[in-house]
């Protein structure tokens, strides 16, 4: 059974609820996105959980800086974000954990690895964003996100620099910030007050 093309009233009274979610299920490919019509649904009618992760590192004289990435497209495009997305979804052992999103995301944006120094159980700080901001919500167009956030390290490679080939699409560049070099006033979604408290947690270098 596939779908109709038509955007128009279809009687599906008849159609059992099992082979609807059979239909919509055959629309997804392979990289686990929806197609418009289907994620436009979904978003309307629940918030979709993500993952969100600074990476940090402390220079020789133990100032902490982050790593932050200059997006390439959606409404944040220009301006500086976290490494972070959606988690997936799946049948049995294709389901993906935390950790393992985490890990996709900055494996995905910068070609890296990383480890969560507190464990997936305990990020630093919950966000959410959605088509309207407010003080509660950073501004997201396309999706209500729940997020958890975390701080990470690169693994083998905290020297990391940005370059030819790192980020795909999504990713314009990436640089090393400390408290006083950030671009405040310049991130895009509620990405700011995440950079504010990962600041504010790494000089206490209080992060267990």
Known sequence: MSLPQASIPIDLSHVSDEDLVLAVLGRIP???FFPPAIWD?????MPIPCVDG??????LDGKPEVLAILRNTSEAAGLWCVVGGRVKGGQSLEKETIKGALERHFKRDLGVDIVLDRGWRRPFLVGQVASL???EFGLELAKHAIALRFLVRLVGTENFVFGEGDGG???RAANWFTKETFPWGQCGYDHELFFVEAFRLLNRQDLW
Do not use: C, M, P, S
């Open 30 to 32: 392979k990289n686990g």
């Open 41 to 45: 649904l979904i978003t309307r009618i």
């Open 54 to 59: 600074i990476a940090y590192r402390f220079r």
């Open 133 to 135: 901001a407010t003080d």
């Open 169 to 171: 699409r999504e990713v």
